[in-house]
């Protein structure tokens, strides 16, 4: 698609797309899908391994991002780059297949663009899902986390820069993840018997995996799991007003806290294996959005 990022003037570098590329992604998204298309109850990034919920999604329709305005083509292996469109048990959901990394060389504000889309699609949620080093050392590789909180170590903000149309400027991320959504989520794994950690996400600008001394010095700065994803996402939503929650997969001991080496085929082998406990997770949430 040749449609140019930004139609207005203003003073922002063209892999930069905003709020207005966002308006212009989710028309044509809504055109794709035509008569069929249902305003998301929620909006879901599904993270490395993560993928498979994605086949579970009734009356899809998938568009590639390489079709959606201000989407670049998605890079690593195990991100199939789709924007779905469907429901889950019902409920109308948008979800994406693949996400924009900072390690990807992609600017901070695009890697909180897709977020932008879901929510220009109707989106009030964002539900991020992420593979991350387990840092706590009382987590096992399978383990699913709750994210509490993040620290920012990335050294980049998806919002530097002149502000959005309809963004905070000064966005308080004293609750950067929604405390009700997430009560639901703890409520809906204690009744589907998915024992669901708790914790904080260390943002990383990869792609190298950490140090030993790094996560040493992670675990003092109290982080639990480590990650190259997520952060810019809840940034963006939390400037525009979205409620956001993120579920973290550990799919390894953070480096020097076991003596396997790190290795991406082992990331999405632990999501495979983890994939149904997540699956049920997910749709147990969604389900609550739908009553
Ligand atoms: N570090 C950073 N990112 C990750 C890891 C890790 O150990 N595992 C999966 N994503």
Do not use: C, W
């Not at 994605?54 to 998938?62: F, L, T, Y």
Request: aromatic share 6%.
């Amino acid at each position: 698609m040749s449609m140019p990022f930004r139609t207005s003037s203003m003073a922002v570098p063209a892999d930069e797309p905003g709020a207005h590329d966002a308006r212009l992604a989710a028309e044509a998204i809504r055109r794709r899908a035509g008569a069929e298309f249902r305003v998301p109850a929620v909006g879901i990034v599904l993270g490395s391994g993560l993928g498979g919920l994605a086949a579970q999604v009734e009356d899809a329709i998938s568009i590639p991002f390489a079709d959606v305005p201000g989407f670049p083509v998605a890079t690593v292996a195990g991100h199939a780059g789709q924007v779905i469109l469907g429901t889950l048990d019902g409920v109308p959901v948008a979800m994406l297949a693949g996400r924009l990394h900072l390690y990807e060389g992609h600017a901070p504000a695009l890697a909180g663009y897709p977020v932008r889309v879901l929510h220009a699609l109707g989106a009030p949620v964002y539900l991020a899902s992420n593979a991350a080093g387990g840092i706590n050392r009382t987590f096992a590789p399978g383990d699913l986390m709750l994210v509490a909180d993040h620290i920012n170590l990335m050294f980049r903000n998806p919002l530097h820069g002149p502000v959005q149309p309809g963004d905070e400027r000064f966005p308080d991320m004293a609750q950067p993840y929604d405390p009700e959504l997430r009560a639901r989520l703890r409520s809906v794994a204690g009744e589907l018997g998915i024992d669901l950690k708790d914790g904080v996400y260390m943002g990383l600008l990869g792609p190298t995996y950490e140090t030993p001394a790094e996560v040493r010095m992670l675990e003092k700065f109290g982080a639990d799991a480590v990650g190259m994803s997520t952060v810019p996402e809840v940034v963006v939503a939390r400037a525009i007003g979205m409620r956001a929650v993120a579920i973290s997969l550990i799919t390894n001991k953070a480096a020097g806290l076991s003596a396997e080496p790190l290795a991406h085929d082992e990331v999405l082998q632990v999501g495979r294996e983890a994939a149904d406990r997540f699956q049920r997770l997910v749709r147990g949430f969604v389900r609550t959005l739908g009553a």
